[in-house]
């Protein structure tokens, strides 16, 4: 194939403008983000600790304490639902088993809209808040051995400071959150 000499420089030409362009292109997106105006912020980091007591008669409450606590550098604001912070079980969020059998959970399941300002938990960095709910006033506790109690934390909307709450569930941002697992027996009353 014979190319004429002229369509050869025209092509070099064409070829180097594109090159030239990309690395532009390129050197104004890391300039962006090296100055902080595009970064992507890091995830928000909550850590979570469940307590129960070690051990209950048969009929007594079984208080479980859920801890969270901000362990990064900004402000957040955690959506309370599903969580001890609601000051009442609205959904589980632990799964309760005895002798290797998974207990029912026995309270309410709500139906929600679109969330409220107050249904969110203020947090500034390093700080931790801690709430409690009985597990007796939802699964059947009349057996007497060892629970496990596994949990199955999800924040629905985890809202990072300069953000502010509320906002609409087709951007909530959900947080699931590690937490251990934690045991306690039960005996029977005398």
Known sequence: MNISPRTRHYCRD???????????????LLVTVSSGAGAIPAPPSVACELRVMPSAVTGAPV??????????TSVL????????????????FVVLRQGGRTLPFGGASVKRGEPAADEYLR???GQTRQASLDLADVFD??????????PRVVLHD????PGRPPRPRAH?????????RVSFEITRAR
Request: include cysteine.
């Open 141 to 150: 506790l009349s057996a007497p051995g060892r629970y496990d109690v596994e």
């Open 77 to 92: 604001h955690l959506l309370t639902w599903g969580t001890p912070f609601e000051d009442a079980w609205f959904q589980p």
């Open 158 to 161: 985890v809202v990072a400071a």
């Open 123 to 125: 947090f500034s960095a």
């Open 14 to 28: 064409l070829v180097a403008r594109q090159y030239r362009r990309r690395v532009a292109r390129l050197a104004v």
């Open 172 to 180: 909530h941002r959900a947080l699931e959150l590690a937490c251990r």
């Open 63 to 72: 208080l479980l304490t859920m801890r969270l606590r901000n362990t990064g």
